[in-house]
């Protein structure tokens, strides 16, 4: 007999947690009607019940007790919002145990830990899902596993973070520097008080690992992923890049070639005619490439109340229906069978072969340029255009060079070089660029 009541735990009731409870509450008859389903937020655990949230619950509903829906046998999925890897591990895994299937959008807790709650999910066989944990609610988790999974990826790319694009954005659209816009950001509530995690790359890297790992079939040491903020990103360099017919990007960068794989974040000059130069504001947008399905962008909200719990909720019901119908684990946690994950190399980021964007400020001096080229020469480095404005300070001139593709090692041992040299001023700046997507 198929079960036609589903009992659902939610863990956290802060700003994700809230819009899940309004989707239970809201769109009930809907979640009825597509699955055939009556879903049921039985219990919520959080620190504080006693802060309104501008939802109504039953009495009984909430708790400050996490066990009351870990063990309550009556809940068959748990839901957790709550952030971080502790305790939320420890709570994910006391779930599982207790026969719990897992949905959650933590991503940095699947990042750095996924594969112990993959273990356990599997001795418990039970379903683990976390389509918000990348990308809000655009649903690529479900792309990659369902819809395009006939396909062998080459590429995954995306703008993930909308902190940065934001910042970005207005950078780029009113020729700020970086620490008023940020302090905008957070005026406006897209900036964390501690933005941190999101201005030094963190959050897109913990994206970009779980993306790469399900394109690729492959596990990931987060601790191993190249990344790098937007922190020295300047109004300068974004003006010159608009010369040049770019747009600077945060951009998550997963490939797999010759059977080695690239994981990194970094600040991206890419061509304002590529679609993903498009990609402002607050929006996220990831680019996917398959060997039969050839380019496609996902593309929307990346993050707030009601688009992750959209994707929550999405999860929510996937696994309503796997329960009705006995199927748990009908769709592999990370896209591949788990004895089908194989440990393909990183290419260290010093391997790495890129174009280069570099702007050095230099004493303004006859010489200077000859000097910097010959060093470029000597380590295999080659130029493919120069701006050197005819307006600058007195004592100082920026001389902008665009390079040819070169490996990063050759690239960071030539900037220590020059470095050294007493007519340099200021630390070079060093931006990567991508012409070709594919």
């Given at each position: ?31 009825r ?19 309104d ?70 001795r ?81 890297a ?33 003006d ?54 050839g380019?496609?962008m ?18 929510v ?16 946690i ?105």
């Open positions: 007999m198929l079960k036609t009541q589903i009992n659902v735990g939610l863990l956290g009731l802060g700003t994700i947690g809230t819009g899940v409870v309004k989707v239970f509450q809201q769109n009930a008859d809907i979640v009607q597509r699955t055939g389903i009556e879903m049921r937020l039985t219990r919520i655990a959080d620190l504080d019940t006693k802060t949230r501008g939802v109504s619950l039953p009495d009984g509903v909430l708790t400050n007790d996490a066990d009351a829906v870990l063990t309550d046998p009556n809940i068959d999925i748990v839901i957790e919002l709550i952030g971080g890897y502790k305790p939320a591990l420890q709570f994910i895994l006391k779930a599982i145990e207790n026969g719990k299937h897992i949905v959650t959008a933590n991503k940095a807790l699947m990042a750095v830990h996924g594969q112990e709650i993959i273990a356990a999910a599997g418990a066989k039970v379903d683990v899902m976390f389509e918000a944990a990348v990308g809000g609610g655009i649903p690529v988790i479900s792309a990659i596993n369902e819809n395009l999974c006939a396909n062998r990826f080459s590429t995954v790319l995306g703008i993930l973070n909308g902190t940065c694009n934001f910042i970005l954005t207005k950078m780029t659209d009113e020729g700020s520097d970086f620490v008023p816009v940020l302090a905008e950001a957070q005026r406006l509530g897209y900036a964390e008080a501690d933005p941190t995690f999101d201005i030094e790359g963190v959050d897109t913990h994206k970009i690992t779980l993306l790469s790992e399900l394109c690729f079939g492959t596990r990931i040491d987060f601790d191993q992923v190249y990344t790098e903020g937007i922190t020295k990103i300047s109004a300068v360099d974004i010159f890049a608009t010369q040049m017919g770019y747009k600077i990007k945060l951009l998550a960068i997963g490939k797999l070639s010759d059977g080695v794989v690239e994981v990194r974040v970094h600040p991206t000059m890419i061509p304002v005619s590529f679609q993903l130069a498009d990609v402002d504001g607050v929006f996220n947008a990831v680019r996917l490439s398959g060997d039969f399905l380019p496609v996902l593309y929307g909200s990346g993050a707030g109340m009601n688009a992750t719990a959209s994707a929550v909720m999405g999860n019901m996937s696994i309503g229906r796997n329960i009705c119908h006995g199927s748990a684990g009908r769709t592999p990370m896209g591949y069978c788990q004895d089908q994950i194989i440990d393909l190399p990183l290419r260290p980021m010093s391997e790495i072969i890129s174009r280069f964007y570099l702007r050095f400020t230099t004493l303004d001096q006859t010489g200077v340029l000859a000097k910097i080229s010959t060093i470029l020469g000597q380590h295999d480095i080659s130029i493919q255009s120069m701006i050197q404005p005819e307006s600058h300070a007195a004592d100082s001139v920026p001389i902008v060079l665009m390079t040819h593709e070169a490996r990063e090692v050759d690239i960071v041992n030539a900037l220590e070089e020059i470095g050294r040299l007493d007519i340099i001023q200021q630390p070079t700046r060093l931006i990567r660029v991508v012409d070709d997507l594919d």
